[in-house]
């Protein structure tokens, strides 16, 4: 047991360090894809020039044996097809980790069709998991009157803070701090689930893995979809 808790430790150290790695190389992997995409914009259009002017085709010629393109464009075919099959030898091992990474996974982002699809799924969200009573929380705690909008839904705000109240009331209240532009970045909450308000038709969702991949099927009920992060 001793030996395996060393091993995971480092797996995860290993994981994460690469992790790091390979998202700063993608960086370079986005200049790598235009400079490749320059390389056959230039060569079509040297294409096309020469098939419309043939009396070009001698001037052509002499600079891509000048610049030695034949050769440098076969590197580089071969540079790509290393890269591919490379990358295609892991499409087992990623498909396995990516499965594997989700029975971990606490957080989704839904977006929706519409604002009523968004507020129908979060008002059936917390029901499914039997919570009765939620949080309201603006973006900016402390900066908005809540009194205003804890009158209208006949609730009793807690100070300046949060507003406490019945599930069957989020559709009021959603639709309330929608008409007072407070709607962005908000937060309906408990315990279990966390829900942040990202705009119309977009939700940020945090609770444990096993509720999440419930609300993954309530959300396509919504014909709603996830972004994978």
């Not at 419309?52 to 790509?80: D, G, Q």
């Amino acid at each position: 047991m001793a030996n395996e808790k060393v091993q995971l430790r480092e797996a995860i150290k290993k994981a994460e360090a690469n992790l790091y790695k390979i998202s700063k190389q993608a960086e370079e992997a986005e200049k790598f894809n235009s400079m490749l995409k320059e390389v056959y914009d230039s060569l079509l259009l040297m294409e096309r020039i020469t098939e419309e002017n043939p009396a070009l085709n001698s001037i052509v010629s002499e600079a891509i044996k000048e610049k030695k393109l034949v050769s440098l464009y076969k590197k580089m075919e071969e540079t790509l097809e290393k890269t591919r099959t490379g990358i295609n030898s892991f499409e087992d091992h990623e498909t396995r980790t990516k499965l594997f990474l989700e029975n971990f996974r606490t957080n989704r982002t839904y977006y929706f069709n519409n604002f009523d699809s968004m507020t129908d799924f979060i008002k059936q969200a917390y029901p499914l998991f039997s919570i009765s009573r939620v949080v309201f929380k603006p973006e900016f705690i402390g900066t908005v009157k809540l009194d205003s909008i804890a009158e209208t839904i006949k609730e009793e705000a807690k100070g300046n803070q949060e507003l406490s109240i019945p599930t069957e009331k989020i559709n009021e209240l959603i639709e309330l701090i929608e008409k007072k532009g407070m709607l962005k970045n908000s937060r309906i909450e408990n315990e279990l689930l966390k829900i942040v308000l990202k705009g119309n038709n977009e939700i940020s969702v945090d609770s444990d893995n096993s509720r999440i991949r419930r609300l993954d099927r309530l959300c396509k009920q919504f014909d709603g979809n996830w972004k994978e992060e």
